[in-house]
Each structure stands twice: as C-alpha cells, then as structure tokens.
C-alpha cells in the first residue's frame, strides 16, 4: 500500500472540513482535505438557506448566491400566517448555491496550500498507542496509508471518522430529520421570504420550505423525523403530496434525499489526535435543521488549534479540548436552545400549533431570530408554554 505524510489530514470537504484546512494551511501547514464525492458541492443536499451574517466569516462571492430573502413567513397547519424580518435566523437572509459555494470555500483551501483531492474516500483509521494518526483512503490510484498528527473528522452527517476512535456518534431515529427535496421551476412563489409550513399532515415532526433560488424557481423540500417514518409515510410521500397541493404546475428539476442531524452537539468532540466539526459533531440547531454556520465557525476553531497544538508537537486530546471550549462558548448555548425547543415543539398537535400561529398572526416580529420567535410565544401563550419558558429563562 502507498504511504504519504501530513501535518493533518481533513476528511469531508464540504464548509466544516474546507474551512478548518483553509485556516490551518494559512499558517503553513501541511494539509490534504479528501473528498470522496469527484465534484465538491454535488451532490446538493441542502435547501441552501444561509442568514446573511455568514459574511462575518467567509466572504460569499455574488455567485454564490441565487436569493436574498428580507424574512421567513412560517403557516401554521391551518394556515395562519406568521411574519420574520431580520437577520439572525440560520436559514434565512440568502439563499446559496452551495454547488459553488462549496467549491468556492474548498478552491480557498487550496490556495492557502492546502492539497485537495476528490474522489478520495477514508475507510479506516490509523491508531498508535491510543492516538490517531491517519487514515486509510480508497482512490482510483489504489489505496493509501495517510499518515498525520492529526484527524480532523468532517465527514457530515454520515460519520465513521468518530466512530473510529471510540466517540459514539450514534443517532437515534427521533435525531434524525429524514429529508427529501425538489428543485422546481416555474412555480408562483414570494420571491422576498423564505417560506416555512408547519403541521402533522403536512411534515410530521419536521416542516416544509419553499427558498427561492431566483427567478421563478425554488428549493421545496421537508423533512420529517427518522421515528415516523415508514412504509408510505417517507419524506417523499410528503413532498408529493405538498407539491401536488402546492405547486401542482411546477417542474421538477432535480431531486434531493438527505438528513439532518437533530440530536444536539455531541458530548466530546475530540480525542487523542482527532477533532470532529460540523454534521460529524451534530453542530446543528436542531430547531431549524440549519448547521452551515456552525460548520464554517467550528472549522476555523479548529483550525485555529491544530496549528497550535502542531507549534507545541502536542496533539493529545487534553491539548485539542481548547477546540471544544471554544466552540461551546461561541454558540453551544443556540443548539441547546435549539435542541429543548425541538423535543417541545416536536410533541405538539396541530391544534396547539395552530393556537401558537394565531398567537402571533398580524403582529410583525423584528427580530428575525430562534429566539426572538420563542420568547414572542412565550409572551403571549404564559400558560401553554410553561415548559418552554422555563427552557429559556
Ligand atoms: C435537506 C437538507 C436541507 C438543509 N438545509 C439547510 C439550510 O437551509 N441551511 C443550513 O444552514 N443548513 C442546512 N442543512 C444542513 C447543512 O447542509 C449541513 O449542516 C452542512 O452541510 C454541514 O457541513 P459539513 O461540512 O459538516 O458537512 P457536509 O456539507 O455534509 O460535508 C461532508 C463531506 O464529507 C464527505 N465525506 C463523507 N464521508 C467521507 C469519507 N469517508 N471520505 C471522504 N469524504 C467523505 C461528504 O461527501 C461531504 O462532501 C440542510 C441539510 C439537509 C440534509
């Protein structure tokens, strides 16, 4: 078997993996991000909804962006129609095409000296004395024995990389959000608000969205919980089912299944030579399935303390833990919100949802935020949401 040596080798380039090498070559590592997909960014399994502080982080190129959205109108099952306008929520501000964004991001890895290889796929791990020290990868070249001081696990929602290593990354079908998506085309849709719709029939412990992808074309797509679905009831009977009621002269472009890690982040995301980031350490809020701004925030934290912890030669996992101390004060604290308002929300029937939708219908809520939205609720259902309030407070 060939052999090859780095200073870190990233697995998964999507925004966790391209971002943590992009910071880790620009202080002159020694890199190589593997991808087992041959293209980065396809295929798309994301409604691609973005809020706009993400340009705090990476700069989005305008070809990156197909929409910019002022808000989110979230229905109620029985239509009732709730107004967002802001910035702070997730998925909403611009709508990407992430089939270049993430290219884009992956592109700025390479030019920091990072090497990056698709087609590239990591099926093992390579551990000495308890450490990991590389992995082994699959290619059209053969296999190869990639040795480096350190593992970065970026390999989404999927993940073995943890695994590996002794993390239990295991997810339980209540955790998951089981998705299916259409682009479409030629659909009557407001261009100026992502849209969200709530209701047992509608996506069952999950919700559907329609995000404009500019033009008259739009991501429609939902996700329900990996606990409810089934024989007949998978995500795409849902999806039919909406688009038919919904869009029923719309063309379907192109088709989308994936999943969302809905379990809150994992309890240790770092091991003696190895760190996870993003999906591979459900860095996602649970609430709203959005997790690219964690991926792309936790990738330069990381980032960050490899190149440290490669200045010291100290790749322990008491050395790599100042990565999730980072994390967890930067936006622990939004999952877990996230996480408790998901398992409350997720519990809740159709009539208690419409209650809520009326709550807030005609009232304009500024602030486009989880949060914001959650504690408008709470203000106005006291009762109702005696459990929930207590989550926030
Ligand atoms: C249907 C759907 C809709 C979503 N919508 C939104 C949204 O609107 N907004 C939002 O913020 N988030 C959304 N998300 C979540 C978002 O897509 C993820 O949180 C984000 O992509 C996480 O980035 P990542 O880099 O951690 O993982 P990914 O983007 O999943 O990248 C992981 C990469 O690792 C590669 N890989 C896996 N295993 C290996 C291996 N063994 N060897 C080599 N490479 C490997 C994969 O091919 C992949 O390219 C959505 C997810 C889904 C499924």
């Known amino acids: 078997m060939k052999e090859e040596r780095h200073d870190a080798v990233v697995v998964g380039a999507g925004p ?11 202080h002159g590592l020694d890199v190589l991000l593997i991808e087992r997909n041959q293209e980065i960014g396809v295929p798309v399994k994301c409604a691609e909804g973005v809020s706009k502080a993400i340009e705090k982080f990476v700069p989005v190129d305008k070809r990156c962006i197909c929409a910019e ?7 109620g099952p029985d239509g009732t129609k709730v107004v967002m306008q802001g910035g702070e929520m997730e998925e909403v501000g611009y709508v990407l095409e992430r089939r270049i964004f993430d290219k884009t991001l992956a592109s700025e890895a390479a030019r920091a000296g990072a090497a990056v290889r698709v087609k590239t796929e990591a099926y093992g791990i390579i551990e000495v004395n308890g450490y990991a020290k590389g992995v082994y990868a699959r290619s059209v070249e053969g296999d190869t024995r990639i040795y480096a001081n350190v593992v970065i696990g970026a390999d989404g929602v999927e993940s073995r990389v943890g695994r590996w290593m002794g ?21 009557e849709l ?17 919700y559907a969205w329609v995000f404009p992808k500019g033009g008259d074309c739009a991501n429609v797509g939902l996700g329900i919980g990996g606990d409810v679905s089934g024989e007949k009831h998978r995500a795409i009977n849902y999806l039919r089912a909406f688009v038919r009621n919904k869009f029923p002269d719309g063309k379907i472009v192109a088709e989308m299944y994936g999943a969302v890690p809905l379990s ?5 995301s770092a091991a003696d030579g190895l760190i996870l980031v993003g999906d591979a350490a459900r860095q996602v809020n649970a609430l709203t399935g959005g997790g690219i701004l964690y991926a792309i ?12 912890a490669s200045q010291e030669n100290n790749f322990s996992k008491r050395r790599l833990m100042e990565y999730e101390s980072r994390w967890r004060s930067t936006f622990e604290k939004r999952l877990e919100t996230g996480f ?17 939708a ?22 106005r259902n006291p009762k109702m949401l005696l459990g929930l309030a207590k989550i926030l407070l």
């Open 16 to 26: 966790a993996g391209s971002v943590t090498a992009k910071t880790a070559a620009e």
């Open 69 to 75: 959205v002022k808000g989110a109108n979230i229905y």
């Open 167 to 187: 993390i239990n990354t295991q997810l339980l079908p209540s955790n998951i959000s089981v998705c299916a998506e259409f682009l479409m085309c030629d659909v």
């Open 190 to 206: 407001n261009k100026d608000y992502s849209e969200f719709f709530l209701g047992n029939e509608v996506a069952p412990k999950g």
């Open 264 to 268: 809150g982040p994992l309890n240790e």
């Open 297 to 308: 925030q936790a990738g330069e934290i990381a980032g960050d303390v490899i190149v440290k």
């Open 340 to 356: 408790k308002a998901k398992e409350f929300f997720f519990g809740l029937s159709d009539k208690d949802l419409n209650t809520l």
């Open 358 to 379: 009326r709550s807030l219908a005609g009232i304009k809520i500024t602030e486009l935020s989880t949060s914001a939205l959650l504690l408008e609720l709470v203000k």
